[in-house]
């Protein structure tokens, strides 16, 4: 089991930056590929980013590129995700999940989430 819990949500005006984090617990994180999804009101959840268990390979949705960078420290057992240029649509509750296998895009792949963090962009 893993335990995961966001936090570093909160509201922000449009062009700013938040940098979400997600603290793992239970089995060794490092074992785990981990992503960042949201959900906006109304709207199906997807993907935002993802990082191998090594953090070599990393990947985002044409959304939110350029804009955001995922990273994790496999000692402090936390993934991130900084994002900069803040827009209305970036609003949702963002979500980690751990992946037992390889990093992925799609949600029904992942094991184990996190209970999520809101995020407000307002214009």
């Known amino acids: 089991q893993v335990h995961l819990v966001e936090s570093g949500g909160g509201l922000v005006q449009a062009g700013g930056s938040l940098r979400l984090s997600c603290a793992a617990s239970?089995?060794?994180?490092?074992?785990?590929?981990m992503g960042w999804f949201r959900q906006a009101a109304g709207k199906e959840r997807e993907f935002v980013a993802g990082i191998s268990w090594g953090g070599v390979t990393k990947f985002y949705a044409d959304s939110v590129k350029g804009r955001s960078t995922i990273s994790r420290d496999n000692a402090k057992n936390t993934v991130y995700l900084q994002m900069n240029s803040l827009k209305p649509e970036d609003t949702a509750i963002y979500y980690c999940?751990?992946?037992?296998?390889?990093?992925?895009?799609?949600?029904?792949?992942?094991?184990?989430w996190g209970q999520g963090t809101q995020v407000t962009v307002s214009s």
């Open positions: 999940a751990a992946d037992a296998d390889e990093v992925t895009g799609n949600p029904n792949k992942y094991d184990y």
């Open positions: 239970g089995r060794t994180f490092s074992n785990y590929a």
